[in-house]
């Protein structure tokens, strides 16, 4: 049985970007999935860009789930564009505390994603589902594995719908996470974040920053194709489709993919699960 299936974009910066991206969407589309996210930038920097690629997506006839981060930001400005993502028919937010851009102070009056979550249901009820961010292998930031999941568990109960996985590729991280969040009493169902792999370097930067672990072997097993764009697609296409093969299995309740704003390589691993259009 096909598990349902959700498909996250970034805003584009320029006409011509967001022309393909339009495409890309059309072809994801036909694997029918329950919503698409869009980023949102460090500081909000993406503000106009990722409400108006919902406003594309919703106009689509898709369900469209807007991130939302509360660095640096007023209650005054949440409220005023949780009114304007309301208006626009927006009924799904990604709620996370997000990243500081360069060279700016704390600032705000929220000072964890969990703060944001409660304002956010304190003022809209139950308007939103919300989504939020958790981390099979701990938050990079975070000061220990227990902390990161107190953090979390702290978020579910300040009124959190669902969770969305940073992406792995160690099934184990995921089953121990979901494990260890159980034996709190917790219930929400938690999604795993895919992340198909494209390129070798921008697999590696990625990972390098957002603290996701590549596993040796694979790691070394790119890095021996070197420039072989066709042998890293291949190989990434098989480790892809096996560790969603193995979270299927394994009861997960629906899959989010990280698209980089592109369809071959989704629509490829959803092509060899046979969950293709």
């Known amino acids: 049985m096909r598990l349902p299936l959700s498909f996250e974009f970034f805003p584009t910066k320029t006409p011509e970007g967001a022309v ?4 890309v969407r059309q072809q994801l589309y036909a694997m029918q999935p329950e919503f698409c996210s869009v980023t949102y930038g460090a500081g909000g920097s993406t503000h106009e860009g990722t409400f108006n690629a919902v406003r594309e997506i919703l ?8 991130h939302y981060s509360c660095i640096g930001a007023t209650k005054a400005t949440v409220r ?22 360069s060279g700016y102070g704390a600032g705000g009056e929220f000072q964890y994603a969990s703060d944001l979550i ?17 981390y099979p292998e701990v ?62 370097t921008q697999l590696m930067r990625f990972s390098d920053a957002c603290g996701a672990e590549i596993p040796r072997w694979i790691r070394l097993r790119l890095q021996s194709y070197g420039d072989d764009v066709e042998s890293i697609k291949s190989f990434g296409l098989d480790v892809v489709a096996a560790l969603c093969e193995r979270l299927h299995a394994g009861g997960a ?9 592109q369809s071959v390589a989704t629509l490829a691993v959803l092509q060899r699960l046979g969950w293709g259009p």
Do not use: W
């Open 139 to 200: 938050h990079p930031q975070a000061r220990s594995p227990e902390a990161d999941l107190k953090a979390f568990a702290t978020k579910v109960r300040a009124g959190a719908d669902t969770a969305i996985t940073q992406y792995f590729f160690s099934p184990e991280a995921y089953f121990r996470f979901v494990d260890e969040v159980r034996a709190l009493g917790i219930d929400t169902p938690i999604v795993p974040g895919v992340m198909p792999i494209i390129s070798s």
């Open 20 to 23: 393909k991206l339009r495409a």
């Open 59 to 66: 106009a689509e006839g898709v369900d469209a789930a807007s």
């Open 253 to 261: 309740p629906a899959m989010h993919f990280y698209t980089m704003n």
């Open 80 to 101: 005023a564009q949780l009114a304007e993502l309301k208006a626009m028919g927006v009924k799904r937010l990604v709620a996370l505390r997000g990243d500081l851009p």
């Open 118 to 134: 409660a304002f956010i249901r304190n003022e809209t009820g139950n308007d939103f589902h919300i989504e939020v961010a958790c």
